[in-house]
């Protein structure tokens, strides 16, 4: 079950982006997204595939783990671009039938987010592949760092968003070990309709809920424990350092943004 | 029933960054009514084996045999609840897999799933309970009220209750008292004994293993690497020391004796054997 799931996972290594400021590589990621609406024709795009591959070049991670992060949204992304392609109007029309229309704005249309899809994906799954969930929260909580002003508990959150993450795998192993208890008592997770299925959930589920709960009363306490008492007063033990290689990323991103807005239309 | 692997490999999550090998070349026998004992290091690829016997996990490369059925990596997931019928699995911390509302209802969710009747389940559960050392003022009581020592009996009790063939324990005492450990093993060996019931420990206390095991396997980083009767295993001192798999007491307490300058034929593995071959001894030299 956990097999497929590429997306969202940490892939060691020692690459440039490996080596990133994580608030540098989050930034960017986000940034990106933003940029990638300024593009409308085939020259912005074609300037922003090569940037995404010459990223996930540098990373040095296998293509193929891109691909596959791919198909998990592989049907929203069809649906989307089905859409678009059937019901755009405008330019020559190719082909129509009742409320369906190929149309030239549609074929390209379909092709660009189709193009938008792909290049965000590609580039969200680098930001995961390749920064450490813990490293993620700790940008988080930096970015955030603003929103102190507003009175909004940006520790707390960044507390709960580190424990979360951390318990990720702890999760994901508890999971599949009841899910193995439950089959050696003679559950089938997979056999059935769906009614049938939705119900050999419950044998999961439930004692999924108690140790969740369990662990979590385990590690409040454990924290009491050790003197924790919620966030004034505390101190940093991973600090962040701002590298020039994160300076010359941005530097790009602004380079990306200002050819981009040269090339369109 | 026998269970039987041949040249079983097994490796976790094949052809990705995350391919992790666990099993090496796994070539060992579980014959009917045996206590069969695993033994090595946490890592050395016991979970893993012990998914194999019913199925669970199945080889990448090999095959097991279990009883009549062969598993191998082209066997499709269909039909496999025969298997698991047989071999039930106690896995570390059973509590953990505890759900319903009622301990009854829990005892009686595995034999439900093997198609047999509400009320005999109920009857089952009854009897299980009574096995595992809880009387029938529990049968109603939420399983999540109990203490950990109880839970892990009903969670046992669980198991049980599906009437295997092969009974799998994964640490089965890990985390309990004396007494209860005491209790708990005493009750599996009652179940060898009387009813046939083959038995697969894994297993970190070698005191367990030389009292109750017939044959041992012994696992490191995948690979069997020993094989005997515990008689047999226990007398390679040094290389269990080596392997840190340490030896039973009894056996510890002889050598201690040895150093003294007191000689053993063969090193005892249980206090009593201990105790017989000092008696034996001692009476020698008085004559």
Same mark, same amino acid.
């Given at each position: ?170 999760? %994901? ?5 009841? %899910? ?86 | ?10 490796? *976790? ?5 995350? #391919? ?48 009549? +059925? ?13 298997? +698991? ?14 759900? #319903? #509302? ?62 295997? #063939?092969?009974?799998?324990?994964? @640490? ?42 017939? *044959?041992?396997?012994?696992? @490191?980083?995948? +690979?069997?690497?020993? @094989? ?60």
């Amino acid at each position: 079950m956990m097999n497929k799931l590429i997306f969202g996972r940490y892939i060691p290594g020692n690459s440039l982006i490996h080596q990133m400021d994580p608030r540098a590589k989050l930034f960017a990621s986000f940034y990106f997204i933003g940029i990638i609406f300024l593009a409308n024709n085939w020259q912005t795009y074609l300037l922003l595939a090569a940037f995404t591959f010459f990223a996930i070049y540098l990373s040095k991670i296998n293509l193929v783990f891109f691909v596959r992060g791919l198909k998990a949204l592989i049907g929203l992304i069809l649906f989307t671009v089905f859409l678009q392609v059937f019901f755009t109007n405008g330019g020559t029309i190719y082909w129509q039938w009742w409320i369906f229309r190929l149309t030239e704005y549609g074929v390209t249309n379909g092709i660009f987010i189709f193009c938008r899809f792909v290049l965000i994906i590609f580039m969200s799954t680098l930001l995961t592949l390749t920064t450490l969930p813990l490293e993620l929260s700790d940008a988080i909580e930096s970015l955030l760092k603003p929103l102190k002003a507003l009175k909004l508990p940006v520790h707390e959150f960044s507390l709960m968003l580190s424990i979360a993450l951390r318990y990720v795998p702890t999760l %994901m192993d508890e999971t599949e070990k009841i %899910m193995n208890a439950q089959r050696a008592r003679g559950v089938d997770f997979s056999e059935g309709n769906l009614i049938q299925k939705m119900k050999a959930i419950i044998p999961l589920l439930i004692p999924l809920f108690v140790s969740s709960f369990t662990r979590a009363i385990d590690l409040a306490y454990a924290m009491e424990a050790r003197g924790y008492q919620g966030g004034d007063g505390r101190t940093k033990y991973r600090k962040l350092e701002w590298q020039l290689l994160d300076t010359i990323t941005i530097l790009v991103f602004v380079l990306l943004t200002a050819l981009l807005i040269l090339l369109r239309k | 029933m026998d269970i039987r692997f041949e040249q079983v490999d097994f490796t *976790y999550q094949p052809n990705t960054p995350f #391919e992790y090998r666990a099993l090496f070349d796994i070539n060992l026998a579980i014959k009917e009514g045996s206590f069969t004992a695993l033994i090595g290091h946490t890592g050395s690829g016991k979970s893993t084996l012990l998914q194999h016997l019913n199925a669970l996990l199945k080889p990448t490369k090999g095959t097991v045999s279990i009883g009549e +059925r062969v598993i191998t990596p082209q066997t499709d997931n269909k039909n496999l609840k025969p298997i +698991r019928k047989k071999v039930g699995i106690v896995f570390q911390f059973p509590e953990s897999q505890l759900f #319903e #509302e009622t301990v009854e209802k829990d005892i009686a969710f595995g034999p439900q799933n093997f198609g047999v009747s509400l009320e005999e389940a109920k009857q089952i559960a009854k009897d299980t309970l009574k096995l595992v050392g809880l009387d029938e003022s529990y049968l109603e009581r939420s399983p999540f009220d109990l203490s950990g020592g109880q839970m892990r009996r009903v969670a046992i009790a669980g198991v049980l209750a599906m009437q295997p #063939e092969v009974l799998v324990l994964d @640490e089965p005492t890990a985390g309990l008292d004396p007494q209860g450990r005491k209790e708990m093993m005493d009750m599996f060996w009652r179940l060898h004994k009387e009813r046939g019931l083959t038995l697969v420990l894994v297993t970190h206390l070698m005191d367990d293993v030389a009292d109750y095991a017939d *044959y041992v396997y012994a696992l @490191e980083k995948g +690979r069997v690497v020993k @094989e005997g009767t515990p008689s047999e295993l226990f007398q390679d001192v040094d290389w269990l020391y080596e392997k840190q798999l340490g030896v039973p007491t009894a056996t510890q307490f002889a050598l201690k004796l040895q150093e003294k300058g007191m000689k053993f034929a063969q090193l005892p593995l249980t206090p009593q054997a201990l105790a017989d071959e000092i008696i034996r001894q001692r009476g020698e030299g008085d004559e």
